[in-house]
C-alpha cells in the first residue's frame, strides 16, 4: 500500500508539473504571437483638417499687424514599422495647401528692400495708409520623418510621433484686399516720389480677386509632433485618430529680387515661418511579420 500510495503521489506531481509547464508555455506563445502581430508595416490613407499661421519676430513688435489664421483639408499616405509592439518609425507624403494671411491696418513703413525702378535707378518703397487683409496660398509637397511610439491599453493603442517635416515648395500666390498708398524714396538723390503712374507711384486698391505669383523659397523644414490613438476594428484593419501639428524651423519667405511693386509682407516682415496644427482621421492595414 505505500508503496502504491507512493507511486500515485510522485504521478500526481509529475502530472501537475507537467501541466503547470504546458499552461506557461501556452501563455508564452499567445505573448510572443501577440507580440509578433504587433510589428511590421502599416499602411494608410489619412486626412486632416488644418489650421495654419505665419509667425515673425516683427509681428511681436508691431501694433499694425496682426497674422490670420487659415484653414485647409489635406489628404496624405502614411506609413509606419514597428521594429517592436511600442517602438517605431514613420513617414509619408502629401500634397500640402497652406492659406495664411496678415491684415495691416494704418501701416506705414519705409521698407528697407531695395528696388530699381523702370530708369534702373535704386529706390526703397514706401507704404502708407496701409489697409490690407494679405491672404497667401502655399502648395507644397510634405515629407515628416518621425519616431513613433505606441503603448497599448486593451485594444486602444495610445501614439506619440516626434521628427522632422521636409517640404518642397511647389508654388506661392497671394492676394490683396483693402488699399495703400505707395512712394519711392531715392538714396542717390535724397528724394522722394509719389503720385507717378509710370513708376507704380500713387493710391491703390484691391478687392482680394487677383492672385499675385511669387517665386518660392525651395525648401522648408519644420518639427513635427502628433498625439492620438490607433485601434483594430477588423481583422488587420486600424482605425487612427490623432493630433499634432509642424513648426517651421526655416522661413518660408519668397525670393523679393525681383522688382515688384505689390505691396507684399515679407518685404517688410523678413523671415516668416509657417505653422500648421491639425486634427487628422485615417485607415491602415497592417502587414504582419
Known sequence: MKITRLFLISFSLVFWAFSTSSQTNDIQTDNNKERKNSMGFLFGIDGSLNFQNLSSANISSSSQISSAM???????????????????????????????????????????????DIDDDRYNPIFENTNLEEVSSINSLDIPIFFTYMLNLNKLNFLVDAGVQYSSLISMQYSLDGSYERKGYYPDYKVVLHSLPEYSYGEF??????????????????????????????????????????????????????????????????????????LELGIYYRLKK
Open 70 to 116: 487659415g484653414t485647409s483639408i489635406i489628404p496624405s499616405l502614411g506609413v509606419r514599422y514597428m521594429f517592436t509592439p511600442t517602438l517605431g518609425v514613420g513617414t509619408g507624403v502629401r500634397f500640402g495647401n497652406y492659406k495664411p494671411g496678415f491684415s495691416f491696418n494704418n501701416f506705414s513703413e519705409q521698407l528697407e528692400l531695395e528696388l530699381t
Open 205 to 278: 486698391e484691391f478687392d482680394g480677386k487677383e492672385q499675385f505669383e511669387l517665386t518660392p523659397s525651395g525648401s522648408t523644414i519644420s518639427a513635427y509632433f502628433a498625439l492620438g490613438v490607433i485601434t483594430e476594428i477588423k481583422s488587420n484593419i486600424y482605425a487612427k485618430v490623432n493630433v499634432g501639428g509642424s513648426f517651421g524651423l526655416t522661413s518660408v519667405s519668397p525670393d523679393l529680387s525681383s522688382n515688384s511693386t505689390t505691396f507684399y509682407s515679407s518685404a517688410y516682415l523678413g523671415d516668416v515661418f509657417l505653422r500648421n496644427y491639425f
